[in-house]
């Protein structure tokens, strides 16, 4: 009897400590050092913050596998903050292979990189992602000096990758992202010294690639903004495109320099479906003197925009060395609309040829080519922009307000603002009145991990509740890493029960927080946009 009940006593205890270190989250910390050679991160850990780590040489795979991490049981998160990678060192992050029930059971996933040096350096992410996942790259520089980063795990199946021609930093491979899901990239610098050469055989380095598949679904959104480039590609997609469902890709508020291409999707379908949104507003491009040159848009396969969708381009200042927007195959249909809205441009504007079928539209509205402002379809054309279903001068009153949809996301607007600016109603958010939340950026390089779900979710609780708001410095304060660097590595691991965090509303905080946009002349492109000032 009394060996029957110790069995059922370590059976118990067994139990417990069972339960026990399932309902722990561990910590994977690693501060300071040099990192040569190759680390992978997994399960059982799920919170990962790594301090002022210099990753050195080709060897230096640091892989992130959300794939292992990921559960139905907590999220994930990950930091580094004010790390370099240097001479070939790269990170990859590593989520499902497949759409499969398992992922769209899983937690959400929180991946912060900031104030982050690559030289030389690559960066990766693969796979389906959880829904709600963000990923956010704020305050990094890439500088592309030579090949020397490729994305080693990867790159033998990237397009130029065996003869020599291109160079990556970031690499999008096969992403998809799933229910309000996000990207953003603020405050960052791409640049480098790699040459672009010449003719068909040019070299061409890219700071974000994306390769072959990448996909926005259910209200996901790539967003990059406050950012300058000199000299690259930027953006560059190999492969299909698919955005859907009030998803959207935004580039805004950027300074551009581009030596051949600045946007750019070389092959592969570009779709975007059901109230889903391309928008490119608030940028200055370029190319500069003496570089060959070639479009600050290009799309080289068939672009379509179907199903109450948009290509929304307004208040940018271009200089093109060949054309601003150049594309063999655009097509709206399904009541979409393709605009362009205060742009002013340099050179020649278009070649672009704008297919409608089944309600779609064209318009144009207050923009000028080099200064002269063009009002009728006629000078569109004259311009090389074919296919336009209407065109007007800048609106002078309210009632002057027709083609301000242009400027606005129309599924998601309910009417206009007396300064032509855009009301939305229960789908659009933000300025645009887009289908997407505007992510907000708050710097989560923080002393404490275990604050980080608290952090987190108050961050996205504000996102979905204040979609128009954005973050200002008199409004938010930045929580800086304390980390020190030391010469050696302190690395440890913990295990932490976490409760669920309490969220705490501030009325008064989000209130002040509101923005209404006020369209003005393209003259003043520079925007002092209240997000600029957050994410300085």
């Given at each position: 009897m009394l ?54 040489g ?31 060192a ?34 990766g992410?693969?796979?389906h ?20 980063s ?119 379908s570009l ?10 507003a ?10 060959e ?28 060395y ?41 318009v ?84 404490t ?9 108050r ?22 890493g ?48 209240a997000?600029?000032?957050g994410?300085?």
């Amino acid at each position: 009897m009394l060996l029957i009940n110790l069995f059922m006593m370590i059976a118990l205890l067994t139990s417990c400590l069972h339960v026990s270190c399932v309902s722990a989250q561990q910590r994977r910390v690693i501060n300071g050092g040099t990192v040569t050679s190759a680390i992978t991160i997994t399960a059982p850990q799920t919170i990962v913050e790594i301090t002022g780590v210099t990753f050195s040489g080709s060897s230096a795979s640091i892989v992130i596998s959300i794939v292992g991490m990921s559960s139905s049981v907590r999220p994930v998160w990950v930091t580094f903050c004010n790390c370099v990678f240097i001479n070939g060192a790269a990170l990859y992050f590593t989520a499902d292979a497949s759409d499969s029930d398992a992922r769209k059971a899983k937690q959400p996933v929180y991946i912060s990189i900031e104030g982050t040096r690559f030289t030389d350096g690559g960066l990766g992410f693969t796979g389906h992602f959880p829904s709600n996942s963000r990923i956010v790259i704020a305050h990094c520089s890439s500088y592309i000096n030579s090949r020397a980063s490729l994305l080693p795990l990867w790159g033998a199946t990237f397009p130029g990758y065996t003869d020599g021609r291109f160079a990556y930093w970031m690499a999008l491979f096969k992403v998809y992202l799933y229910t309000k899901s996000s990207i953003l990239f603020t405050g960052c610098f791409f640049g480098g010294t790699w040459a672009s050469g010449q003719g068909s055989a040019a070299h061409a380095s890219f700071p974000i690639s994306l390769a072959y598949e990448f996909s926005l679904n259910d209200q996901s959104t790539f967003w990059m903004r406050n950012t300058t480039t000199a000299k690259v590609f930027m953006i560059h997609g190999h492969g299909a495109m698919s955005v859907t469902t009030r998803s959207s890709f935004v580039v805004e508020n950027m300074t551009m320099v581009c030596d051949r291409f600045c946007i750019s999707f070389a092959d592969g379908s570009l779709t975007f479906d059901d109230r889903s949104a391309f928008v490119m507003a608030y940028n200055s491009a370029s190319v500069p003197l003496g570089e060959e040159g070639e479009d600050l848009f290009y799309t080289g396969a068939a672009t379509v925009f179907s199903s109450n969708s948009a290509f929304l381009i307004h208040h940018n200042v271009l200089s093109p060395y060949r054309y601003a927007f150049s594309s063999d195959s655009f097509t709206v249909k399904g009541n979409s609309i393709a605009s362009f809205y205060m742009n002013t441009v340099a050179g020649t504007p278009w070649k672009m040829n704008i297919a409608k079928n089944t309600g779609g539209i064209a318009v144009a509205q207050c923009n000028d080519l080099a200064g002269v402002p063009l009002r009728q379809v006629a000078q569109y054309e004259t311009a090389g922009l074919l296919g336009l279903t209407a065109a007007s001068g800048c609106p002078r009153r309210a009632s002057e307000c027709q083609y301000s949809n242009s400027s606005c996301f129309m599924p998601g607007t309910i009417g206009l603002t007396t300064t032509c600016g855009c009301q939305c109603n229960s789908i659009g958010m933000g300025p645009d009145c887009l289908g997407t939340i505007r992510p907000l950026y708050v710097n989560q390089c923080i002393e404490t991990a275990s604050l980080l779900p608290t952090l987190t979710q108050r961050i996205t609780l504000t996102e979905r509740e204040s979609a128009s708001r954005t973050v200002n410095a008199a409004t938010v304060t930045h929580l800086k890493g304390t980390h020190s660097v030391s010469s050696s590595i302190t690395e440890w691991l913990t295990n932490t029960k976490t409760k669920s965090p309490t969220i705490t509303r501030d009325r008064k905080r989000e209130a002040s927080n509101t923005r209404r946009a006020t369209p003005t002349h393209i003259n003043a492109h520079v925007r002092a946009d209240a997000d600029a000032v957050g994410d300085a």
